[in-house]
Structures are given as structure tokens and as C-alpha cells.
């Protein structure tokens, strides 16, 4: 009962999208929403310095915080069979200029079949499972600040999925993403990994205030990863209905394959610890994380977030969020941690429908 007056409260606090979705037709069991959001902030600070010791202008601007819109639909097939699909765009809010066309990402895109009694399978373009059931109690920022796995890892497009109901608090996944040289001309639109299926799963448990997630991704080159597996642990507790706590760890084998003319390795490894809450009271919600990320071939990060939100209206909320995410050290003598020593910072405003 805590777990879900305390997740009704977040989600009310930072005026989630979802809970405001406009029932555009519901008859016969065929159901169709819209849903979506504006934002518009403005940002200043984080990296002075990229990664080629090259400066980068972070003087404070107006910038667009997450705008979307989107469509969920569904159909009862039968009492305890339902087809689903749900599409979602991206558009900047902030600027006519960089608004291209209007829309300038598909976010989400995909379909599916779901029963109460056999669990759900979805295909198509979809946030990573990995992050809805294990590290998702720490992705409470609007922008910055989630140092785990994030929604597109091994995943968005290409993806299929499976997840099973509810087990006395037990919900086990599997997804898996394609990689696919299929059409492309041999030697020319090719690789060296060729077609590759990236697989992730794992298992969580959610029973009155306890949440555990355990999973792990097979990080393929192909898809941003460095070849080896990556595994993560993450709970939350809910001490009262205004208080969780969050603790995680997750980590990845350093690489030893040999790449580029000087026969460098992929590296990659590291070992991350998190540690986080969430409090809220009334209208407001407040998030503050800590991470520490010790790398096998780079220094040590020390990364934190902190976040303060405020319900103006069931449509329209106010937030400020600050983030350091003390990069590691680029050689001996050059460490980021240093370059970048400016705090990102965003305020704003959003207005969900």
C-alpha cells in the first residue's frame, strides 16, 4: 500500500504524462489516448571541455525540456486478451528554428498482446526492459543525473519482448534487439560483427514497500557497448508513504579485444554504486543521488543529482534540477573531473495533457 501512495505521489509531483492522457474514443473495447507534454526551461553549466581537451561554450540558454506527443491505443480481444500499440513523437518546444519540420525523433513505436494470465509480448521501438524493471528507481530526473542504464540501451527499434504477469510479486523479462546488415552490400555496408542480436533479462520482485531488479544486458559493439555482458542490482524501499530509499550497483567486464591501427583494447569495465532518495510532501518532490563509478582503465568518478519539483496544477508543473558528473581523467596530467568542474543546472516548466 506505501509503494503505491508513494508512487501516486512522485507521479503526481512531477506531473506525469501518462496520468493526464485524454480519452479520445473508448467504446465496444477499443480504446484510444492522446497524451504528451510541453517544456521549455533553461539550462547553463556542465562540460567546459570535451574529451579532446577542446572548449565548449555552456553559457546559460533557453532550451526545450522533453516536449512530446503521443498515441496509446488498444483492443480487448477477449476477457483476458488485449492488443496494444502505442506511438510516440519528440518535438522542440523551445525553439521554431530547431523544430525542423515539427517532429524531430519517433520515440516510441511498437505493438503488442497482453493477458493477465500469460504475461505480455511487445515488438517494434521500445524503452529498454533492463531499465523498467531493474534500474528504474533511479531514473526520478527529468534530465541529467541517471548514472545506470538508461531507456535505449540495447534497445529502440528492432526490439522484442516478453514479460510475465505478476507472480506473488515476481516479474521475469527477456528482449532481445537485431542488429541486421540485411540489404547491405558486402565490403561496402557491412561490419566486422556482422548481423547481431543483442539479449537482455533478468527478474524483479515488488511486494508492499520492497523493490529488487536484477538483469543484465549483452552489451555488443554494435550497439554501443564494448562486448561484454553488463549486470545490475537495484532496490528501493519505501519507508513511509513520502520516503524512498534507492541503493544499485551495476557493473561490466573490462574488454580485451584489440581494435584501431595502434592495437588498443575496447577497456570498458567498470564497477558503479549508487545510492539515492525520494521525498515528497503536498505538491512538492525532492531527489538526490550519488554514484560512485570506479573504472578499470580511467579514474574513479564521483557523480551526484539533486532535483526539486512543485505541482502548480494537475497539468502544469515547476522544477530545477542540478547534476556534477565528475568525468574521469583523460591521461595522466588531463582529468575531466577537473575541465568540467561547472554544475549542469536546468529550470523550468512543463505543461502535461
Known amino acids: 500500500m506505501k509503494k503505491t501512495l508513494l508512487a501516486t505521489a512522485i ?14 474514443y473508448d467504446q465496444d473495447g477499443t480504446r484510444l ?12 553549466g556542465g562540460p567546459e571541455y570535451d574529451s579532446q581537451e577542446r572548449e565548449i561554450n555552456n553559457d546559460a540558454d533557453v532550451v526545450n525540456v522533453g516536449s512530446r506527443l503521443g498515441l496509446r491505443m488498444s483492443h480487448d480481444v477477449t476477457s483476458d486478451l488485449t492488443a496494444f500499440g ?11 528554428e530547431d523544430a525542423g519540420n515539427g517532429f524531430n525523433e519517433l520515440r516510441q513505436s511498437y505493438l503488442g498482446l497482453q493477458s493477465q494470465q500469460y504475461g505480455t509480448f511487445q515488438a517494434g521501438n521500445f524503452d529498454s526492459f533492463y531499465l523498467q524493471f531493474v ?8 534530465d541529467q543525473g541517471l548514472q545506470f542504464v538508461g531507456n535505449a540501451k540495447q534497445s529502440r527499434g528492432d526490439s522484442i519482448g516478453y514479460y510475465t504477469p505478476d507472480l506473488n510479486g515476481f516479474t521475469a523479462f527477456l528482449q532481445a534487439k537485431q542488429y541486421s546488415e540485411r540489404g547491405e552490400l558486402e565490403g561496402v555496408g557491412t561490419t566486422d560483427e556482422g548481423s547481431v542480436t543483442a539479449a537482455q533479462g533478468g527478474v524483479r520482485y515488488a511486494q508492499g514497500p520492497v523493490t529488487v531488479g536484477l538483469g543484465f544486458v549483452d552489451d555488443v559493439v554494435r550497439g554501443g557497448g564494448n562486448g561484454e555482458m553488463l549486470y545490475g542490482l537495484v532496490g528501493s524501499y519505501d519507508f513511509t508513504d513520502q520516503f524512498s530509499a534507492r541503493l544499485g550497483y551495476e557493473g561490466r567486464d573490462n574488454s580485451g579485444d584489440v581494435v584501431g591501427p595502434a592495437n588498443e583494447t575496447r577497456g570498458g569495465g567498470y564497477d558503479s554504486v549508487g545510492i539515492g532518495g525520494t521525498f515528497t510532501t503536498g505538491p512538492w518532490a525532492f531527489n538526490v543521488d550519488y554514484y560512485n563509478i570506479e573504472r578499470d582503465d580511467a579514474e574513479t568518478s564521483r557523480s551526484w543529482a539533486a532535483g526539486g519539483y512543485y505541482k502548480v496544477s494537475n497539468n502544469f508543473d515547476v522544477f530545477v534540477e542540478v547534476a556534477d558528473a565528475d568525468a574521469p581523467r583523460v591521461d595522466r596530467d588531463t582529468s575531466l573531473g577537473d575541465l568540467t568542474d561547472d554544475v549542469y543546472w536546468l529550470t523550468g516548466a512543463r505543461y502535461h495533457f
Open 33 to 44: 489516448d492522446v497524451y504528451g507534454r510541453i517544456g521549455v526551461g533553461i539550462a547553463g
Open 135 to 142: 534500474s528504474l528507481p533511479f531514473d526520478v530526473y527529468i
Open 11 to 24: 507521479a503526481a509531483a512531477l506531473g506525469a504524462s501518462a496520468a493526464q492522457a485524454a480519452t479520445v
Open 86 to 96: 502505442r506511438l510516440e513523437w519528440r518535438f522542440n518546444g523551445a525553439s521554431r
